[in-house]
Structures are given as structure tokens and as C-alpha cells.
């Protein structure tokens, strides 16, 4: 039996690329962003390319502020 501690494999252990997958979100955002000038005709299609890229940068945002306060390992 395990005890207390969860079962893991070793590849759960590896480091990831924080930097690269923060750094592609922001790029994905402003690719949403982009993407206002575009052949649309509604506003709907506006709505929801600023709220994605919103929602793509304060999850970047919020783990920095996590990661920065020691919350988040």
C-alpha cells in the first residue's frame, strides 16, 4: 500500500515549459485579437474572440501572481 502518498509516475515529475506555454498563450491572444478585422458582419463573433483572449491572459496572469506568491509549484 502507498500510504498517504498519491501514486505518480516519473514522468509527472519532469519540469515543464512554463515560459513557452505563457508565452504562446499571450501569442494565441493576440491572434484572437487580430482576428476582429476581419469579413464579419455581427458583433457576436466580436464578443467572444475578446473574451477568449481575455480569459487566455488572465489565466497567464493568475499563474504568475500563484507562482510568485509560492501557491503554485
Do not use: F, Y
Not at 466580436?46 to 483572449?53: E, Q, S, V, Y
Amino acid at each position: 500500500m502507498a500510504g498517504s502518498e498519491p501514486v505518480t509516475s516519473p514522468d509527472q515529475h519532469k519540469p515543464g515549459h512554463r515560459k513557452a506555454g505563457q508565452i504562446g498563450a499571450v501569442l494565441s491572444a493576440l491572434a484572437l485579437l487580430a482576428m476582429i478585422c476581419g469579413n464579419h458582419e455581427g458583433r457576436v463573433e466580436d464578443i467572444w474572440l475578446i473574451g477568449l483572449a481575455a480569459l487566455l491572459l488572465i489565466i497567464v496572469i493568475g499563474d504568475i501572481v500563484l507562482r510568485r506568491s509560492g501557491l503554485r509549484s
